[in-house]
């Protein structure tokens, strides 16, 4: 079989179509219908732990026996009433398999014996447990409602803040989490327990980091131990150079050399605050300030996709340009708050130096002024019929005419005119001028 995109042979009328465009072609062809099917996996009921969800149920022999219970095709079964709701699972010393194929809460009687909810009798409750796949399936439904005891979500915390706005986690999360929790997420909404259906709004997978070009792992010894670059060159580097080695969701390689970079970039930083600092400049260089506006923009729109190494990247590059400039304590402000997602703890140093009372985390996102981010030049593309020919640097703002005289007048263009005259001329603004002939 050939599992990816191609395109039909042997296939009658269809030969020759893409495979995504004969889809529909081929529905239709049969009077079909398109839908997309998902298979779940059976959740696992497990004798051979005791540490998972308990399963909330009492069976009661006396029931069973005259044919009583809470459903016809069960009888003998019983919820848990709400009353005694959540089961906890007991403290086992020794919770080891035995080989008898029970779980070890049946060695547990003061666990297991229970009155029977419907008639009163000795009865037991269920040993086995649910698999934990279970419980980490609406686990996020619990977050916001932590301290809420009176049921397992708030109604009103559960719709202020969920769904969930982004969910960021593993490859292997797509299909086996995720879908779990749609699934459950459906139900409970089903049920009227929960105002949406989708839990998600947004996925993103991370990538894998590696170590010297090879996956972590302790066979090989190559696991990168965080706590010893903490050491070495502080949490702020550490993060840093995580966010910045590599695309987020490609990964990337985590090498030693690399995290030193990183290093150097921050003492430069901490070195031009105290720069800043000390000259106590009301004043910011023009081509600064507009290093530090461009920036502003670009780390702005690079955290909302997730593009921490391009963002750090333009710091790096806006640092270059400021380094030797003179700027004013209100422009280096901006500057630490956009390094504070990454450097956290540096920069709520440096924020503290530079005369700000409370943290910088709880300071108002900056905003760059458009006015900053003009350039004087634009970049005139030369068409004639269509085809590029030439380029031209013009001050921003040229009019047609003051544009027309120049192209026209340059020898390269006279060449490829070869004495023919413009029968239309198309110029758009600090873009593009195009001559007909």
Not at 76 to 100: C, H, M, N, R
Not at 235 to 254: K, T
Not at 393 to 399: A, C, D, H, L, N
Not at 402 to 430: A, C, M, T
Request: with cysteine.
């Amino acid at each position: 079989p050939y599992e990816v995109e191609g395109w039909l042979v042997n296939s009658r009328e269809f030969d020759g179509l893409s495979s995504h465009e004969a889809k529909g072609k081929v529905i239709k062809f049969l009077d079909g219908k398109a839908e997309t099917r998902f298979r779940l996996r059976d959740w696992l009921v497990s004798r051979q732990r005791y540490w998972g969800p308990p399963i909330p149920m009492i069976y009661c022999e006396p029931c069973a026996n005259s044919g009583q219970g809470e459903r016809l095709e069960m009888p003998g079964w019983y919820a848990v009433p709400d009353s005694q709701l959540p089961v906890k699972l007991p403290f086992v010393k020794d919770f080891q398999p035995k080989g008898t194929g029970e779980s070890p809460l049946a060695t547990q009687p003061s666990f297991y014996k229970v009155r029977c909810p419907k008639c009163g009798a000795m009865a037991r409750r269920e040993t086995d447990v649910s698999d934990t796949f279970l419980d980490s399936a609406w686990y996020f439904l619990r977050y916001p409602s932590a301290h809420y005891h009176k049921a397992a979500w708030d109604p009103k915390i559960t719709k202020e803040w969920l769904p969930v706005d982004t969910y960021i986690g593993g490859q292997e999360h797509a299909v086996l989490h995720l879908l779990y929790s749609r699934f459950l997420t459906m139900v409970f909404s089903d049920l009227k327990l929960l105002p949406f259906e989708e839990p998600f709004t947004k996925f993103r997978a991370h990538g894998l980091i590696t170590k010297d070009g090879a996956k972590m792992s302790k066979s090989k010894g190559n696991v990168v131990n965080p706590d010893e670059y903490f050491e070495a060159f502080g949490a702020d580097a550490m993060r840093l150079y995580l966010a910045f080695l590599a695309p987020f969701e490609q990964g990337g390689d985590f090498r030693d050399e690399g995290i030193s970079g990183v290093t150097r970039f921050l003492d430069r930083v901490w070195r031009k605050s105290e720069q800043v600092i000390e000259s106590k400049s009301r004043k910011t260089g023009p081509a600064a300030l507009k290093s530090i506006h461009k920036t502003v923009k670009k780390v702005a729109e690079d955290i909302e996709l997730l593009r921490y190494n391009t963002a750090i990247s333009a710091l790096m590059i806006s640092l270059n340009e400021i380094e030797g400039a003179e700027v004013s304590l209100k422009d280096w402000r901006i500057f630490i708050q956009l390094l504070a997602p990454f450097a956290p703890y540096m920069t709520e140093e440096m924020w503290s130096k530079v005369g700000e009372k409370k943290s910088i985390h709880h300071s108002s996102w900056p905003t760059y002024e458009k006015v900053h981010l003009e350039e004087a030049m634009a970049t005139i593309v030369i068409q004639i019929n269509g085809k590029v020919r030439d380029s031209l640097e013009v001050g921003r703002g040229s009019s047609q005419a003051d544009v027309e005289e120049v192209v026209l007048g340059r020898e390269k263009i006279q060449v490829h005119l070869q004495g023919k005259s413009p029968r239309k001329i198309i110029y758009v603004q600090d873009r593009l001028i195009n001559i007909v002939v």
